[in-house]
């Protein structure tokens, strides 16, 4: 199956995946106009320390914590894509408490936040690769 | 071979060996037997019901289709009254037989309820653990009885106060002076506790009920509490008695080995009804809680289909929000205490020999999955940044070789 995969050597910290993944999630079609003094709710988030800097976002897990922690059922994996019922989902994470990469979020409506592949919005694929101005992160099949 | 499937239970554990099993084995039968009415539900969603978050529609676990799909004989409000480990058999209520090839018992638990002088002259005394308990106190309050009296400020006592808070006047009694006693400590519970005051909830606390005359609870310091409802809230222990009967090794819970394989030949256990290794610590426990259970209920539904499955990651693990607080605790508070709260935001790491044992997180609960791998996977803390872990959770602290692999994807 097709993921993102980070390349860290090539992160420039620009954190501009943060925001495509953002507007992906708007389904507006101006990222200018989406996101214009909104304070952003990414699911892949960039992590700067001493100049080291990389993007983490959802593994798709073979095998989830998340969905099998989910104590609603809300989690679960569509053609491997581990994703989430957001009406279904209470916000109790569990499944932030089990991830071991950090990649799942509180949203702002109570539910969780995690990235789907852009699977639940209109571009298809990853925005975020999209966006990104240095191959930082690839969307690949690699076997894994 | 067309192999039979039994299952008594039908929560979490049962819903984790079903899509093990028919992973495995779309041919051989399923029966599953449940004690409720209901089609699988969250148990942990009844306090959400009760406070309107989550509708009657909304509280089950998996789709209305589940039981077709999977291809299961479900028989609900059907209790099993015994097993037979030697002629493979189990016995309902009923009196019909059930031959078995593969058994998984995912009982659950039982609530405790303390033989209180007096219980018996109480009017409107509820346990609070199925979904008939929630519909049950709904009914209670909504007819006018507004008083509530919760014998247990523990996670079920708490998610009982909050989900009925709007609509009772709730008092809540506990023989321990702290709240949350079994996955807090000291330092923690105090800031939940004020907190649950300031949210209405009546907290007596370090103060047992003696006895109860009517609906009249006398306390050990002599005060007395009326109420119109009682909760009992004194905790779980579990069903592991139709086991024990059958002469299988039990403790405090039915004893699994980590394959979920109990004492018995083609008999497994998971979920709430067992005892097994809290890896945290080395020892067995009960650890009544859903992951667990269906991890549990995973693996035994794979090895019962012939797929080998191992599970010894089981540690103890509370995710809840008490009145908006965020309050997140994984592993055994034992060794050395790392602090790094501020203010509200409390962080509070224990260790010993080199490994992350616990942790109590609340308010900021961002990324705790990287603290809970690190005790799951008893990462050595001098391998990675632990001071820096501690106050910035990420993969930061974990070095270049382990991000390629995880991130990177590179073996």
Redesign the interface.
Known sequence: MKRVYVNEEWCLGCHLCEYYCAFAQTNENDIARALKDKVIKPGIRVEEHNGICFAVSCRHCEEPLCAKSCITGALTVVSGIVSVDTEKCIGCYTCILNCPYGAISPSEKGAILKCQLCSDNTHGSPACVKGCPNKAIVFEERGL | MHRKYVIIGNS?AAV?AVEAIRRNDRNGSIVIFSKESQSTY?R??IS?YNQG??GRE?I???PDDFYEKNDCDFRPGTSVFKIDIHSCTITTDSGSDEKYDRLLIATGSEPVVPPFPGLDTVSNVRTYTSFDDALALEELISSGLSRVLIVGAGLIGLKCAEGISKKADVTCVDLSDKVLSSILDDVSSDLISDHIRSNGIKLVLGNAVKAFSGNKAELADGSRIDFDVLVIASGVRPCASLFKNAGGLTGKGIIIDDHCRTSAENVFAAGDCVESVDMSTGKYKVMAL??NA??QG?CAGSNMSDTECVFNKAIP?N???LFGL?I?T?GSYTGEVSDDSEGNDIRRFYHSDNRLNGYILINN??????Y??MI?DRVPLDTIDFG?VRK?????AFG?VY??K????KS
């Open positions: 979490a984790g969250s942990p969603l959400y978050k989550v909304s089950y676990f998996r859903l992951p269906y991890m995973e693990m995710a809840l929000t965020h997140l994984t609960i961002d990324k705790a999955g990287i809970t791998s799951r820096l910035a959770p990420g993969l930061m270049r991000r390629d995880t991130l990177g994807g």
